[in-house]
Structures are given as structure tokens and as C-alpha cells.
């Protein structure tokens, strides 16, 4: 059994030199990650990756509320990977919202990524939130298996089925058949 050392690690805003790298960086790994996990499709998620990004970032580093990090390992000074965080209110709440964390690929699986989170929930904590919350997708087990570690708890299941494509001769009776002859009325508001 290997042990694995203890890292730690400062995060020091990033700078406008890092910035352009990383956001095209960052912006490539989400679409990747929205096709692989069945939610987007391939030819248009770059572009959607790149809007959402925009969005999220309109001023880039100077974007309020919006704190994006270059982890550094705290003895050698060496750029080990990036956090990215909002601080918002969210019912009721101030909640740190991690959209993105990584571990440059060399450093992966060697500690930083525990190190990371821990010094994103002590600067979080340091920014008025009250709770930290992010999306992990289905696929993604060493991150899942990470945030379970640090003391996460699952707050959402987001399920998907994929369809069949449905023949063309069979459409009308397979349609009729599977709409119950009952009206469905739901006191339920939409899903945000
Ligand atoms: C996910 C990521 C941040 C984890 O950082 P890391 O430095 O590789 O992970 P660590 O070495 O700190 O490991 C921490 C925990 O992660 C889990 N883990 C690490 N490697 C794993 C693997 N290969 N398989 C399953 N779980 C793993 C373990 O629970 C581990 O706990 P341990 O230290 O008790 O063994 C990093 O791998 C990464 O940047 N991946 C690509 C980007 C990404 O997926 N970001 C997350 C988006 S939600």
C-alpha cells in the first residue's frame, strides 16, 4: 500500500496572463464532461461551454462575487491546479458554488485535490458562505469519491433515460397507447 503524503497548498488569485489558458481550458473540460455525461450534444457544446462561461465570467477576473484561484503547493511555490468559486445567495443563504476544480494531470491522485478543497472551503468560509455546493457528474468517480471523503452529501439525483428513435409506421398507435385516457393536473411548480 503506497501513503499517500499530506499536502498542502496557498491559492493566490489567478492573474490576467493565467486567465485566457485557463478559461479555454475550463470551458473545453465542461462541454466535454456535458457530452460524456449524455446531456449535450457534441457538434454544439463547445459554443454552449463558451456562453455558459461568459456568462458566468462577463468581466472575467474582475467579474464581483466570482474568485478564481491558482493552487500552489504551500513548500515548493509550484502551480498544482485552479478552483473557481461563487459566492451567492441561494435560499436564504450564502452558499460557495464550485464550478470548477482541477489538479494539473502530473499531480493527479498525489493529494492536491483533498488539499485544494480544503483551502476553497477555509477561503469560502472567509467570504461569508455559510455551505459549499457543486455538481459532480455520474461519471466522474475520483471527484465523487473526493467530496464524499471531505463530508459531502448528495442533494440531488439528476437521472436521465435515453430514448429509442421511434419508427416511423409504428408512431400514431405507439403515441396513442401510451397517453393514459386520465387528465393529470400537478400542484407542483416548475423545476428551476
Ligand atoms: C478530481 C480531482 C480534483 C481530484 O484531485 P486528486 O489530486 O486527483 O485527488 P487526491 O489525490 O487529492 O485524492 C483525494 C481522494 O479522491 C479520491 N480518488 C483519487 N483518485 C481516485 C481514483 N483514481 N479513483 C477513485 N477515487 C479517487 C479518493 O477518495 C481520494 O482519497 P484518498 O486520498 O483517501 O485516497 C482531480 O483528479 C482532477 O483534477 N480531475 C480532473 C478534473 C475534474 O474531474 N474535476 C472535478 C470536477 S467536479
Known sequence: ???????????DPMTADEYPAWEAHAASGYAQSQVQAGHWAAET??????QDTRR??????????QHVWVARDAESGAAVGTLWIA???QGGRTEAYIYDVEVDPEHQ????GRAIM????????????????LNVFGFNDRAYNLYKSLGY???NRHMRLELQPQRPDRASTTVAAAVPAVEVRSTVGPIL
Do not use: C, F, H, N
Open 1 to 11: 500500500m503506497t501513503i499517500k503524503p499530506i499536502r498542502s497548498v496557498r491559492l
Open 56 to 65: 458566468l465570467l462577463p468581466l472575467g477576473l474582475a467579474t464581483p462575487d
Open 118 to 133: 480544503e483551502a476553497g472551503a477555509a477561503a469560502a468560509r472567509g467570504l461569508g458562505a455559510e455551505v459549499v455546493a
Open 153 to 155: 452529501v448528495v442533494a
Open 87 to 89: 459566492i451567492r445567495r
Open 109 to 112: 491522485g498525489g493529494g492536491y
Open 45 to 50: 457544446a463547445l459554443e454552449q461551454a463558451w
